[in-house]
Nanobody, 128 residues
């Protein structure tokens, strides 16, 4: 079973930066598209960013464009999310997710239903 473990969340002030990491195991990492989603209690899970299996394609949700950057290190089996200029509305639990890519170079899904594996989440709280 694929195992994903997020880390790096915390409490920061508005305008600060955070870097989330997701360590993956029990999979051939470079065969999997990876993504970050976030969720606020009582709301639907929101797409943040996705990256294709070899890292050639990346996509961002509207809230992340221009402030967040997704990256992956296939040798270390890790994916990261660099978050800059954080806002109070970025407060949420952030989840790492994975799905086996149908082929190298394909576009990764941007909806939660497109992913099969999820981490336990890491809390990000941005104070004003």
């Amino acid at each position: 079973q694929v195992h994903l473990v997020e880390s790096g969340g915390g409490l920061v002030q508005a305008g600060a930066s955070l870097r989330l990491s997701c360590a993956a195991s029990r999979l051939t990492f470079n065969n999997y598209d990876m993504a970050w989603f976030r969720q606020v209690l009582g709301k639907e899970r929101e797409f943040v960013a996705a990256i294709s299996s070899l890292g050639s394609l990346s996509y961002y949700g509207d809230s992340a464009k221009g402030r967040f950057a997704i990256a992956r290190d296939n040798a270390k089996m890790m994916v990261s999310l660099q978050m800059d200029r954080l806002k109070p509305e970025d407060t949420a639990v952030y989840y790492c997710s994975a799905v086996r890519s149908p082929r190298y170079g394909s576009r990764p899904p941007t909806e939660a239903g497109g992913y099969d594996y999820w981490g336990q989440g890491t809390q990000v709280t941005v104070s004003s």
